[in-house]
T-cell receptor
Framework: GIQVEQSPPDLILQEGANSTLRCNFS?????LQWFHQNPWGQLINLFY???GTKQNGRLSATTVATERYSLLYISSSQTTDSGVYFC???????FGAGTTVTVRA | DAGITQSPRHKVTETGTPVTLRCHQT?????MYWYRQDPGHGLRLIHY???????DKGEVSDGYSVSRSKTEDFLLTLESATSSQTSVYFC?????????????FGQGTRLTVV
């Protein structure tokens, strides 16, 4: 079946730092999304990005479907960025295991 | 919010009892999904529906059944709950499956089987 791998599994940042999260897919990907799960468990849509690059404030994402990966960039991180970041893709939204981000003040 | 309501939000039940979780949407989206979330596994698909009375299994469907008698409601039933089904359950909706569609999630139901 489809495999979705996220790296790193855990990330600790000092407030103000930049970071990159990666998502690798076992096959050419479509229908790709990034989510942020906040400390209250809510899944928040960050990007729907089957290809190309998008930006939303301090966050941006790039997907290269033919090379089977997507990147999420967090710039000038804030404590409110803490939580788990998931990527998901394909027909029935297969999820990676997530990257847990902790931003320290 | 994407107009998705899950109920109940929290439930504690005993092993062997039946449990039904409800997902209600106001978006008139065709596709609905049930996922479970467990530590270290991300979200895993249990069942999904591509229309009224049209459902199919996901990767972790054993022990679960679903029903969709109208567009807005998708029910997940645990016929005889087991401790391994203790989890957080999420419902999702999308306009269509496959290309060019974005999914939105409900707030989750925390189920504890004791």
């Amino acid at each position: 079946g489809i495999q979705v791998e996220q790296s790193p599994p855990d990330l600790i940042l000092q407030e103000g730092a930049n970071s990159t999260l990666r998502c690798n897919f076992s096959d050419s990907v479509n229908n790709l999304q990034w989510f942020h799960q906040n400390p209250w468990g809510q899944l928040i849509n960050l990007f729907y990005i089957p290809s190309g690059t998008k930006q939303n404030g301090r966050l941006s994402a790039t997907t290269v479907a033919t090379e089977r990966y997507s990147l999420l960039y967090i710039s000038s991180s804030q404590t409110t960025d803490s939580g788990v970041y998931f990527c998901a893709g394909y027909y029935k939204l297969s999820f990676g295991a997530g990257t847990t981000v902790t931003v320290r003040a | 919010d994407a107009g998705i309501t899950q109920s109940p939000r929290h439930k504690v039940t005993e092993t062997g009892t039946p449990v039904t979780l409800r997902c209600h949407q106001t978006e008139n989206h065709r596709y609905m999904y049930w996922y479970r979330q467990d530590p270290g596994h991300g979200l895993r698909l249990i069942h999904y529906s591509y229309g009224v009375k049209d459902t199919d299994k996901g990767e972790v469907s054993d022990g679960y059944s679903v029903s969709r008698s109208k567009t807005e409601d998708f029910l997940l039933t645990l016929e005889s709950a087991t401790s391994s089904q203790t989890s957080v359950y999420f419902c999702a909706i999308s306009k269509k499956a496959g290309m060019n569609t974005e999914a939105f999630f409900g707030q989750g139901t925390r189920l504890t089987v004791v």
